[in-house]
């Protein structure tokens, strides 16, 4: 057992923090971003409760970049170098690390439950090749991506298929209007006859890509409530009423202190499920659906009430909390949905019925 | 950063559950009936070395961690043991046995240790007055030193193990002119003149515990019997807060974690519209906020056990953060499990509605839940 972060890790994470610092995360796009951070091991860090604390960091900075860059790096990275062949791995992953790749993922379709619905994309083969035809919704990084994972069948088997930028048959749809992460390219996308080379289908278990992509999303609300927190504290600390900081009234100030146990509680939460994900604990997978439910639920109270402690300024766009109030619901709903999160859990309480 | 319990903590835990399931948890449902403190587990406690856990072997004590001393604590909670008899324990170990062990003298140690650590002596402590809680500072108790004796006055409140205990850890003002600094803190055993506890009061929940107002009355006790130094009573006081964030917290996680079990076996019996009810989602859903509570509670409980293994100075932000999540967060799954076992969760048999109504202290005893939310927006 140990609550710290060691020496090294620690000076990184501070790093991290003075660089993005000094950095206009608004004003940027996630190729210019990309390149700061690959100056920087951020890109490479394995699962671990050091990567959800960095992870932390660059989402409390950008809501739209980060989940831009962690669906590259992390969701379509792992995937490479878990279950590409070797020409993939040294075509792709050096770009990825670098950041002058970017790549996209594709689960989800209309029904958008991969785990109770059959994928309808499908492969099949004719001659040497794949022909591949679906439509994915809701793919991140969809109008900016230089390669494609996309989930499907062939064979009767889940599959990924790896599709080049440019391929015939595969086209990307206006960007989605979301509620939240304005500046990530957000598209549905269609594949028309896409004939790609037998290589290019991996067999990973969809399930593991899923589990990465909470792991995403469970980083993402730490800094949804980091941020939410720290600009709530900060008005409040300053701004006055009655001759006094609002801070020093309990409805405030009590506001600010559970927020505050509701991001302290998220941490270890996180850390503690990626944790045990790391050293493969049979429970990884129920604790980070639960970490996955209590974050993402977290994130919206936190990123709300400091909306409330912000009062004039927080209904403005543009601040910190407001950008988290609106992503947060995407953490309950992408990746496994609190609901179905919910439903594993108390399967898992319930054994066999 | 790592959360690994060693393989020795992993097997003590296990060992713990069966010696209270076996010894104790029979005796539970007929002692909260009547509303009476179980001696004979108590005593078993101490056999089995639950009660000196953390103190030295040549104490009678067990020699072990902080990490694994609440482990224990934890694991009596999910083994089934009621919230009064795990309050008795913490009251006795942590509140008043580790305060005399921390700053008593060698004679006192020697004296009071190991028939704590045994379960022979029962200990309590008395800090809370009628009127002054989490404001300690206000205490009206005084002790006054005449010649080579005190003679302490006053009233302490809501004192757990009060009716029953042997020997007793008071707080009082040697001077009262001064707020926190005037404090100083005592061992008083029972049957001294002018000492006396009032009758246990009737409670909501942990009701194997007895609680008492102790009436301090022209009380005589030799100056021999202070701890530590004049003054120095205040800072004892806070650092129990290390043990009741932690080892009288985990006791709770524990009961959360014997509910979930108890609510799985019962949605799994329970038959309605034909099939059983943990196949509908609405039981589902509770049986996970269960889950997502142990969960989420079990890393702030065991972060202040293990930076006081590390022998850090507590970090009262931390602390309070344990606090306040496990005392308000825990209601809920304590309600949950009363409304899924329907109509039996209302009846004391099914053992959740006791459960949910110990559980009920946890957001009070130790500072409340807005005495947290304090002590976290100073801080901040």
Known sequence: MNFDFNQSEQTFLKELDTLLKGINCKNIDVNELLKELAKTDYLKIEISPFLMAAMEILSSYTQSLFLSIEVSTRIFGRIISNFGNDNQKQTILPGLFDGKLIGAVALSEDSMNIDNEPLKTKGYREDDFIIVNGNKSYVVNAGIADYFAVAGRIDDKDAIFLIEKGTNGLSVSDRLHTIGYDGTSISNLYLKDCKINETNVLYPKLSAIRMWENQVLIGATLGMMKASFESAKNYAKTHKTGGKPIIAYQEIGFKLAEMLTTLQTSQLFAYRSCWLYGIGDKEADIVTYSAKVFCGESAEKVASDALQILSGAGVLCGNPAEEAYRCSKYAQIAGTSTEISRVKIGDAALGRL | ?380
């Open chain 2, 1 to 380: 950063m790592e959360f690994a319990f060693t393989k020795e903590q992993l097997m003590f835990k296990q060992e713990v559950i069966r010696f209270a399931k076996k010894e104790i948890v029979p005796r539970v449902q007929e002692f909260d009936l009547k509303e009476d403190f179980d001696v004979e587990s108590f005593r078993k406690l101490g056999e089995f070395g639950i009660l000196g856990l953390h103190f030295p072997e040549e104490y009678s004590g067990g020699g072990a961690d902080v990490v694994t001393t609440v482990l224990a604590g934890e694991a009596l909670g999910e083994a089934g043991v009621d919230g009064g008899l795990t309050l008795a324990y913490g009251a006795h170990s942590f509140l008043c046995a580790d305060t005399i062990f921390r700053h008593g003298t060698e004679d006192q140690r020697r004296k009071y240790i190991p028939k704590l650590a045994k379960g022979e002596w029962i200990g309590c402590m008395g800090l809370t007055e009628p009127d002054a809680g989490s404001d300690v500072a206000s205490m009206k108790t005084i002790a006054e030193k005449k010649g080579d004796k005190y003679i302490l006055n006053g009233n302490k409140m809501f004192i757990t193990n009060g009716p029953v205990a042997d020997v007793a850890v008071v707080y009082a003002k040697t001077d009262p002119k001064v707020q926190h600094a005037g404090i100083s803190a005592f061992i008083i055993e029972k049957g001294t003149k002018g000492f006396s506890a009032g009758k246990p009061l009737i409670k909501m929940g942990v009701r194997t515990s007895l609680t008492s107002e102790l009436i301090l009355q022209d009380c005589e006790i030799p100056k021999e019997n202070i701890l530590g130094k004049e003054g120095e009573g205040f800072l004892m006081a806070m650092q129990t807060v290390e043990w009741d964030r932690s080892a009288l917290l985990a006791p709770f996680v524990g009961a959360t974690r014997y509910l979930l079990k108890k609510c799985s076996d019962y949605s799994k019996k329970r038959i309605q519209f034909g099939k059983p009810i943990g196949s509908y989602q609405a039981i589902k859903h509770k049986l996970a906020n269960m889950r997502i509570f142990v969960e989420a509670a079990h890393s702030l409980v065991y972060r202040i056990a293990w930076c006081k293994n590390q022998g850090r100075p507590l970090n009262h932000l931390e602390a309070a953060v344990a606090k306040l999540f496990v005392g308000d967060y825990s209601l809920l799954p304590s309600n949950d499990a009363v409304v899924l076992h329907g109509g039996y969760g209302y009846c004391h048999e099914y053992d959740v509605e006791r459960i949910f109504r110990d559980g009920r202290l946890a957001p009070i005893g130790g500072g409340t839940s807005d005495i947290q939310k304090m002590i976290i927006s100073r801080l901040i």
